[in-house]
């Protein structure tokens, strides 16, 4: 079956392009005429000694795209695809790339080590291919130190691919007694050792059984920790990510460690390569992740018998460990500030000194602030960047108490650096410093203002200078600016930003057409900044609000004036309407919170739709999903009104909700759909049919991501309230889907966070679609259409009761629906609700909740349901 391909391949990679096209062609139709024949000849060709090797390794890669693929839905029918493929045509691919493992071509062999693992991880889950990981171990024992590479590195790939329930433990043992004695200091081979390290990165995960065991947990610390000490670069490297993943995964069992790895921490951190030195310091900044997670749990409360205790690891270290930070921030590198991915050990070394802030908190002033204090007017730029910087991170973790006096007395020096100082670096860093004070120290929940009427004039004007400065320094500006406006978002009447409102929105708008505005994210920045201005500005300024709806309308017209565009000014242009529609979106939300203002507003309603219309005929994902958000604040201030707008939007409706592409699109118009459904009520039914049609078809397709059907359920609900008993012709179509998604959400045993979180998601967006039915058909001749489903509907609230792991929003909505239930359909549901099992255990729970809402909707319900059963 298998055909020469050689040829192909090569001409894939020509650079002429009509080569390379006709070439692709070629390759696409022999795969869509005959994928087995297909997928044997790539193997053949990628096995093949005696074939150049950049053919092989195009074979290899194709082979490894036929198998896997980043979007959920194409990953599942390659899958499939795969499995539904002939038990010999699989074997034999299966052969090939088992033979490629020992090829002389190392990079055939490491194309090879990936296709395997992908076959592993399509196999392994379904009890296929059980003889794998046998025959890899046994390749371990080969003379050829390239062939032991290779399978090591296969093995450290499998594992990535699979969870380790697939793996049984004994080949679990065999696999990490393999990969560790591949990394002892004896292996001779640089290659094999270093393949061994990475594998046990990579297999860390599967050893729970035996890093519970004390002498095999023993052994792996002494093998991880002598490689660290390796000659070779690579693996000192490859060892230290070993050492920060076991500090994540198995922190309750370092204390026999510890002070060990302190000592070989901060040896590398002070004297080895940077690739090293940043693994070193990862591993500190791990610990405090975890020791921060613990303590936040269990708000520091321990009891002896406590499950996970808390080791105060960074606690006991600090003496040792703030100082050997504090050296790192004097290592930094020129122009960092206008790289946008730029990490070092400066960089690295003051992440991490935040994180130990945050996890001891005051602890750490004393022992920072001697270094501050002596650096921070050296002449050498270094010393106060790296001054700076040490006190900008250590913000946040600190009592206020502890840092405001601090703060009063820094506060002149570090407005006039921002100002005055010769170096930008410093004044970037002083500018990002800047903000973290009013981030963590200004704002309602301070008691003591670091922010008064005698100094925020001069802070103002030194921030919106700072803003005509380079972009880096004027994007941390914009920065500061920002949290200093967020401080007043609940303070009601008046602000002390008010008078300057003017004068720091013309600012903001200047840096927005700034020629470099391009440079480190600044107009972004810019427009952020004005949105949070905006959002918290006070009633005083309301006029000044509304005057900008037109700048903002201006702007947003002339970049639809744009002709012929190219692809990159295309996108520039998409990114600008982007903001500018969010803009507007602040405005809509700020001016529709009252009355008065949203009065006044309404004068230029019909100018901005047209406005977002225009932006979707230019159409483009971006823009359409910050104009889609837009509308939908629109349609919440307009109300009503909002109907005439309809006939010309609704086919803009229909597209985003049939994008499954860009789901986040599709996601964001469903949720536009509850606003308008909330702001038309019985205006929206013309729509209904087009509109419920698109959300039944995306339910069942298994193709639009899986984050898009919660809201899709809970916009269910916001259209049944909105045309209430006219619902019923959707009721056949729409309660199965409910029904059917229910059962799928009661069960998550087994079930790791993420999935628990996106399943009370789910949880929640049912609930609110029956609550809405329940509340849309309530007083109508038609309720007794919903009787039929009630018993199913208590059943799932059982269900989920006895889970046990709804959060508080789930629970709100869940005690509401036995509400809404028993209100709409009274003493029908008042002999059901007295036979269901938990309901009256689920009600007092409620009832005697910490958080008030779910007690206010528990106390509803009480009353509902006493009603129903006493009809």
């Not at 022992?367 to 002596?374: G, Y």
Request: charged share 20%; aromatic share 8%; net charge negative.
């Amino acid at each position: 079956m298998a055909m020469e391909v050689t040829q192909f391949l090569l001409s894939a990679q020509s650079v002429d392009s009509t080569v390379r096209k006709h070439a692709e062609e070629t390759i696409k139709q022999f795969q869509e005429q005959n994928f087995p024949a297909f997928l044997l000849s790539l193997s053949a060709e990628l096995s093949s000694e005696e074939k150049p090797i950049d053919s092989r390794k195009l074979a290899g890669l194709i082979l490894k795209n036929s198998l896997d693929a980043k979007e959920q839905h194409r990953k599942y029918e390659l899958v499939q695809r795969w499995l539904s493929l002939d038990v010999a045509v699989k074997n034999q691919i299966k052969a090939c790339l088992l033979q490629t493992l020992s090829s002389t071509a190392s990079e055939a062999r490491s194309t090879a080590t990936q296709v395997i693992a992908k076959v592993a991880g399509i196999e392994l889950p379904q009890k296929q291919w059980p003889e794998l990981i046998v025959t890899l171990l046994s390749n371990i024992h080969q003379v050829p130190p390239h062939v032991k590479q290779a399978t090591l590195e296969t093995l450290g790939y499998i594992c990535e691919e699979v969870v380790p329930e697939v793996v049984e433990q004994d080949h679990v043992n065999k696999i990490l007694t393999a990969v560790v004695q591949g990394m002892n200091a004896n292996e001779s081979n640089i290659e094999v050792r270093l393949a061994a390290t990475r594998a046990l990165y990579n297999a860390l995960g599967f050893a729970q059984a035996n890093f519970s065991n004390d002498m095999e947990r023993d052994y792996i610390m002494r093998v991880v920790c002598e490689a660290t000490l390796s000659p070779e670069v690579k693996i000192r490297q490859a060892a230290f990510e070993c050492l920060v993943s076991i500090g994540s995964t198995y922190y309750e069992k370092l204390a026999a460690y510890i002070q060990d790895i302190f000592s070989i921490t901060s040896k590398a951190v002070r004297e080895d390569e940077e690739p090293v030195a940043l693994q070193a310091i990862e591993f500190w900044s791990s610990i405090c992740d975890e020791e921060i997670d613990i303590l936040e749990e269990y708000g520091g409360d321990f009891t002896a018998d406590s499950d996970i205790p808390c080791f105060y690891f960074i606690k006991q270290a600090l003496p040792a460990l703030v100082p050997m930070l504090l050296e790192t921030l004097l290592k930094q590198e020129e122009g960092q500030d206008q790289d946008e991915g730029a990490w070092n050990l400066a960089m690295a070394g003051g992440t991490c000194l935040g994180l130990v802030a945050r996890t001891v908190g005051d602890d750490i002033v004393p022992l920072a602030l001697p270094f501050i204090e002596e650096n921070i007017t050296k002449a050498d730029w270094r010393q106060r960047e790296a001054a700076t910087y040490a006190f900008g991170s250590i913000l946040e973790g600190p009592s206020p108490d502890k840092l405001i006096p601090i703060v009063n007395v820094a506060l002149n020096f570090m407005l006039a650096a921002l100002t005055k100082d010769p170096s930008s670096h410093v004044k970037d860093t002083t500018a990002w410093t800047l903000g973290r004070i009013f981030e963590f120290l200004h704002g309602s929940t301070v008691e003591t203002q670091v922010v008064t009427s005698a100094n925020c004039q001069q802070i103002i004007t030194v921030l919106l200078q700072s803003m005509q400065d380079a972009p880096n320094v004027a994007e941390k500006a914009c920065g500061a600016l920002y949290f200093l406006a967020q401080g007043y978002e609940d303070i009601g009447s008046t602000s002390l930003l008010a008078p300057y409102f003017q004068e720091i929105v013309q600012s903001l708008l200047n840096v927005t057409h700034r020629e470099d505005a391009g440079e480190s994210r600044l107009r972004t920045a810019a427009y952020e900044t004005l949105n949070e201005v905006v959002r918290c500005s006070t009633e005083e300024t309301s006029r000044l609000v509304l005057e900008l709806v037109q700048v903002i309308m201006t702007e947003l017209h002339k970049t639809l004036e744009a002709q012929k565009l190219s692809s990159d000014e295309r996108e520039k242009q998409n990114e600008l309407q982007g903001l500018l529609c969010g803009c507007l979106q602040v405005i809509i939300q700020k001016l529709s919170a009252s009355e008065p203002t949203k009065h006044a507003f309404m004068q230029y309603a019909d100018q901005i739709m047209n406005l977002f219309l225009q932006v979707f005929a230019c159409r483009s994902a971006t823009v359409h999903e910050e104009a889609m958000l837009a509308i939908g604040a629109l349609a919440y201030a307009t109300g009503p009104n909002f109907a005439k707008y309809m006939p010309e939007f609704y086919k803009y409706v229909d597209m985003g909700l049939q994008n499954f592409e860009e789901y986040q699109v599709c996601a964001v118009t469903v949720g536009v759909v509850g606003d308008i459904s909330r702001a038309l009520e019985d205006k929206i039914l013309p729509y209904c049919d087009g509109i419920m049609t698109h959300l039944l078809k995306n339910l069942s397709s298994n193709q639009l991501h899986r984050s898009v059907k919660p809201p899709i359920f809970s916009c269910f609900g916001d259209i049944a309230l909105a045309i209430g008993e006219n619902f019923d012709k959707y009721l056949m179509y729409a309660m199965p889907m409910l029904q059917s998604a229910a059962e799928l959400s009661v069960h998550t045993s087994g079930a790791d966070d993420e999935m628990i979180e996106y399943t009370n998601l789910l949880r929640n967006g049912i609930l609110e679609a029956f609550s809405g039915i329940f509340q849309g058909f309530k007083n109508s001749p038609k309720t007794q259409l919903l009787i039929p489903f009630a018993p199913h509907i208590l059943q799932f609230l059982d269900s989920i009761y006895m889970e046990k792991d709804m959060d508080d929003v789930v629970m709100k909505t869940a005690i509401g629906v036995l509400g809404d239930l028993a209100d709409t359909l009274g003493s029908n549901a008042g002999s059901l609700i007295k036979q269901s099992l938990s309901s009256k255990d689920f009600l007092n729970e409620c009832l005697s909740s910490e958080d008030h809402l779910i007690k206010e909707s528990a106390e509803w319900a009480k009353l509902a349901i006493s009603r129903a059963i006493s009809v």
